[in-house]
């Protein structure tokens, strides 16, 4: 089953874009990525998902290595609202169970 | 459309008292979970269910039990409750795998506390 590793914390001048990384090594041909995010005490919040090539959303871009290895969650404009944790995330393919790791806490700084 | 709702909000139990947490889905999906997450914690999965009458276990399934009679409800019991069960629980819900679409909606929360 692919893992994620993700630094546990960054800071964010507000306005500025965030590059969120996450290191995903094992990963299979098959197996999507999928970011959260959970804005204080409330449930996660699904932000974007792909595969092997870059996606926006209106939420955000995921720009995935080419060898599939890593990607980052880019927000282009961080607002003091996107203060939260960011869960990277590969489900394993025998079923649909997600396991969250710790993710990384976003400050974004006024 | 409401999506995930959970009830109730809040709890505070004694140890060794029961207790049933509801999760109910208007969104016509297969999966639901449950998770629960502790102070400073990431989540850990609990049950899960890929259908009607269907449940498995989750990563950290001992103390609990679950039961998915309708497809639109999840249900969690806590049958001898310990004060290592206070956290946060969450509720969430997916389609299906056949579309490999494995986007998860969830719930507010529900705040337990045991004493």
């Known amino acids: 089953d692919a893992k994620t590793t993700q630094p546990p914390s960054m800071d964010c001048a507000e306005g500025r874009a965030a590059n969120l990384p996450c290191n995903h090594s094992?990963?299979?041909?098959?197996?999507?990525v999928y970011w959260y995010r959970q804005i204080h005490s409330q449930g996660p919040q699904y932000i974007i998902h792909?595969?092997?090539n870059n996606e926006t959303n209106e939420m955000a871009s995921l720009i995935i290595t080419e060898d599939r290895k890593s990607s980052t969650l880019i927000l282009p404009h961080a607002t003091l609202r996107d203060t939260a944790v960011y869960y990277c995330?590969?489900?394993?393919?025998?079923?649909?169970?997600?396991?969250f790791g710790k993710g990384t806490r976003l400050h974004i700084l006024p | 459309n409401a999506g995930v709702t959970q009830t109730p909000k809040f709890r505070v139990l004694k140890t060794g008292q029961s207790m049933t947490l509801l999760c109910a889905q208007d969104?016509?999906?297969?999966?639901m979970y449950w998770y629960r997450q502790d102070p400073g914690m990431g989540l850990r999965l609990i049950h899960y269910?890929?259908?009607?009458?269907?449940?498995a276990k989750g990563e950290v399934p001992d103390g609990y039990n679950v039961s998915r009679l309708k497809k639109q409800n999840f249900l969690l019991g806590l049958e001898s409750a310990a004060p290592s069960q206070t956290s946060v629980y969450f509720c969430?819900?997916?389609?299906?795998?056949?579309?490999?679409?494995?986007?998860?909606?969830f719930g507010p929360g529900t705040r337990l506390t045991v004493l």
């Open positions: 792909g595969l092997k």
């Open positions: 269910s890929v259908g009607e009458g269907t449940t």
């Open positions: 995330i590969v489900p394993m393919n025998r079923d649909d169970k997600i396991i």
């Open positions: 094992t990963i299979s041909g098959n197996e999507y």
């Open positions: 969104m016509n999906h297969e999966y």
């Open positions: 969430a819900s997916s389609y299906d795998r056949r579309t490999t679409y494995n986007e998860q909606f």
